[in-house]
């Protein structure tokens, strides 16, 4: 599962979305939208107006939602090889 955060610098929001993310142990890549200025625009145009923008294979969302965040490590956690 490929997880997107697109953040921007001093963003309490972007900043506890990865802390949350990383401490259910979900993998996701960082973007960080004032290095990649067509990405914003990119999103701006799909109608998102705050960061953090979160995308996921079958969601998307903004600002903090540990609802959401806790979805996807349900998932994640379900999609999860099993050791033999």
Known sequence: MTVTV???PHCPQCEATKR???KLGVPFETVDLTENPSTLEQLQAAGFQQAPVVITPD???TGYRPDLI??????AAA????AA
Do not use: L
Not at 70 to 75: D, F, N, S, T
């Open 20 to 22: 949350q993310f990383t």
């Open 70 to 75: 806790r979805e996807i490590a349900k998932k």
């Open 79 to 82: 999609e999860a090889p099993v």
């Open 6 to 8: 697109f953040t921007k």
């Open 59 to 61: 969601n998307s969302w």
